[in-house]
């Protein structure tokens, strides 16, 4: 991670959200009966997928190229995934891991874009992207119906998480308090719309 932009506490966010999402992405290899490479290769691509088009985007360099934790914790995940039985992670675990993930990441997306000096909008459209693009990438290399085509709220989680950063970045609020809110804030939404199936309005003309 870059020393100079990230504090420790982003530092952490980071790393969490490379953990979860690598777990989701092994766990769904699992679930297919696939071997360890393949499991592993679905941790990797989930856990640095999204933070992987943000770096290039925004001109920084690619995380989890200078970091030699991210690879190896994705290698833990899909060790761990390895030696646990499915039966443990049946039902809504994997959605309730992956929103954590997903609120994360939006964070620190959004406050490394507006480190790198992105204005606000592009900044939460980066959160998005950190937050959302590792699953996407997981669910069709699986040949799953991508998170984007199901009906309760996701992305919009990672735009609170990503807008309430901003805002509070906005205001001068303290940046620690900020993102932990903001986190929460997103986590929040995404377990309410997987326990009520909260979804917005789908098109509906004909």
């Not at 990441?105 to 900044?123: C, H, I, M, R």
């Not at 609170?160 to 929040?188: F, K, M």
């Amino acid at each position: 991670m870059n020393s100079e932009v990230l504090t420790p506490l982003l530092d952490w966010l980071d790393l969490a959200g490379v953990a979860i999402f690598a777990l989701t992405g092994a766990l769904v290899a699992a679930k297919e009966r696939q071997t360890f490479v393949t499991l592993a290769f679905f941790a990797l691509i989930t856990g640095v997928g999204g933070g992987t088009v943000r770096d290039l985007l925004i001109g920084a360099p690619v995380f989890w190229i200078h970091d030699a934790w991210v690879a190896a914790i994705c290698l833990a995940m899909a060790l761990f995934a390895w030696f646990t039985p499915t039966r443990w992670w049946e039902g809504r675990f994997l959605s309730v891991a992956d929103g954590l993930g997903l609120s994360a990441y939006a964070v620190l997306g959004s406050a490394k874009a507006l480190e790198y000096g992105l204005p606000p909008t592009p900044a939460i459209l980066m959160g998005v992207i950190t937050g959302c693009v590792g699953g996407i990438i997981r669910d069709v290399i699986a040949g799953r119906p991508s998170i984007l085509m199901r009906p309760e709220l996701y992305v919009t989680a990672a735009a609170l998480s990503a807008t309430t950063n901003v805002l509070g970045d906005l205001v001068g609020l303290v940046r620690e308090w900020v993102w932990v809110g903001a986190t929460a804030a997103g986590y929040g939404l995404r377990l309410a719309a997987i326990r009520w199936n909260l979804a917005l309005p789908a098109y509906g003309r004909d």
